[in-house]
C-alpha cells in the first residue's frame, strides 16, 4: 500500500460518494452553503481519521463476533466529542448541520471503512486512508456546494467568506459570500431537496463518464503496440 | 391534542417527507427500490422499528438519561438501543412469527444503518415531543418514509425501459427521478391544519 | 455459549472506556456549551426587545394548553417588557420566531431564530437583506390584531411567500395576546 496509490483512490477511483456511493444523505442535504460543506468535510475526515486509527489500533485484540458493536460504539464515541467540541466553539456549524452532525455515526463511510480497511491493513496505512477518504467526501461537498450555490442563488462562499469590509474569512457563519450576479435570477430551486438530488445525480453521471473514458483510452494504449506488432509482421 | 398528532402525521408523511425533504433514510431509499415487492417489505419493516425505537428511546431518554444528567451520551446510547432492538426484533420474529420474519427478515439488519430510524429519535428529543407524539411521529415517519420508497420503485420499474444517456446508468438517473419526485412532493408543503 | 460472558464483558469494557472518555470531555466543553446557548439567545431576543439579561417566567398549566406553540416566555431585566418565544408550522418546516413586547402590549420587533424556508422566497422573513429587515420592520408598534393585508389588516406579504408570512404574523399576534394575558 503506497501514499500515492491511496491518495488517488481515495480522491478519483473509489471516491467514496460517486463511486462507492455510500453516505449521501448528508450530501444531499447540507450541500446548501459553502459553510456546511466545509464544516461537515472536515468533520467526518477527523472522525473517519480517529476511527480508522483505534479500530486498526485494536483489530487484534477484538473478538470476531462482536466487531461490529465494537466499532459503532467506537464511532458514536468520537462522533459525540466532535459534536460537543462544534458546540462548544462553533456554535453557528453545529446550528446549521443540526441533526446531520450526530448522524455521521450512522454514516456509512466510516463503519464501510472500518469494515473493509482498517480491519486488515496497519495503523499508519489506516490513518492515510481516513485523511485520504476524508477528502474525497470533502472534495464532493464543496463541489456540490459551489454549483448550489452559483446557479441557485448567484454566490459563492456563502458563510465563510466575507466582502462587505474586505477580504476575509468569516467561522461563525455570518459571511454572506461573494455575489456574482443577483440573486433574484437565480434558479432558487437548487436550493431545495430537488437540487441536491439533481446536482448530484448529475455529479455521479459526469463521473462514470470520466472513469469509462479513460479505461477506454487505458485499453486502446494497450491495443496500439500490438497493432504495430502484427503490422510489421 | 389531537390536531397536535394529526399535525405531526401530515408533516412527517406530506410535508416534511423523510426522504423527500430531510434527506434521512437515503441510502435504502435507494439501494432497496428496485422492485415494488422489495420496496413494500423494507418499508414495513422500517414503520415497524421506527415505532418501537421511537418508544423505546424515548423511555430511556427521560427516565434514564435526563435523571443521571447524561444527556450527552444520547447518540451512543440510542444507536447500541436500535442495534439491540433490531437483533431482539429479529430473533422474536423468527421464533413466534415465521410468516412475517420471512417477509421482513432480510431487511431488517440493514435498519440498523438506516439514518431515518436514528434521525427520528433525535428528532423526537430535538423537539421536545412528549411520550405520544413521539410514537406518532416514528410511526407516520416510517409511513412517509414507505410512500416513498413504494413510489419510487414503481417509477424506477419503468426507468427500465427508458432511454437515457449512457453515463446515467444506474445511480444518476435514480437520483434525478428521485429530484422529479421530491418536486411534486414540494406541493403539499405549505398544508396546515388549524 | 462459554463465550457469551466473555464477549459481553469486552463489549461492556468498552462502552465504559467510551463513555468515561465523553464524561471527561463534556465536563470540560459543559459550560462553554451553557454560555454560547445563553450569548444565543441573548443576541436573539435583543433584537426584538433590548436588555442586558433575560430571564425565563414559568406559565400556568392553563396558558400553556391555550398556546400550544409558546415554547418559552422571558422577561427583560431591566422591565422593558417580554420576550416571546414559540415555534410553529411553516411552509417547509418548523420555524422558531422570538417576538418583543412591550408592557402597553405592542409589538417592539420579530426575529426568526430557526427555519427551513425556501431561500429566497419564504427564507426572506429571516433573512438580514434589505427586504428581509423592511419587512420585519411591518411588525413595529403592532397590537395583537396584526393581520396581512389579505385577511383586513396591514401587513404585507413577502412576494411568493404567502404561507410564510400569514404564518409568521398569526405567531406574532398570538405572542402579544400571550403577553397581554399575562398582565
Redesign the interface.
Known sequence: MNIKKQFKEGLITNNPVLVQLIGMCATMAITTTLFNGVGMGLSVLVILTCCNVVVSAIRKIIPDEIRLAIFVVVIAGFVTIVDLLLQAFIPALSAALGVFIPLIVVNCIIIGRAEAFCQKNTVGASFFDGIFQGLGYTCVLIVMCVVREFLGSGRFGGGLIDVTNGFRFTLDGTGGGIQIFPADYGASILNLPFGGFITLGCLIALMQFALKRSKKKKEEAEKAPQDEEKEVA | MLTQIIAISLGAILTNNFIFSQFLGCCPFLGCSSKVDTATGMGLAVVFVMGLASAICWVIYTYVLVPLGLTFLNTLAFILVIAALVQFVEMFLKKSVPSLYSALGIYLPLITTNCAVLGVVLLNVQNHYNFLESVVYGVTGGLGFMLAIVLFASVRERIAFADYPESFEGFPICLVSAGLLALAFMGFSGMKIV | MK?IP??TF??FL??AI??G??GG??EL?KD??AE??RL?TVKAYSAVLPADDYEEIPLTDALKAAY?SVDKVSRAANGSGYVVESTF?G????ITLAVGVNNSFKCTGISVI?HSE????GANAASSSETGVNWRAQFLGADQNVALKKAGGTIDALAGAT?TSR?VTEATALSIRLVSELG
Open positions: 463465550k466473555k464477549l469486552i463489549l468498552i462502552c467510551t463513555a472518555i465523553l470531555i463534556n466543553t462553554r456549551i454560547q446557548n444565543k400550544p408550522s411552509a417547509q418546516g418548523m430557526s425556501t431561500s429566497g422566497l404561507i404564518t
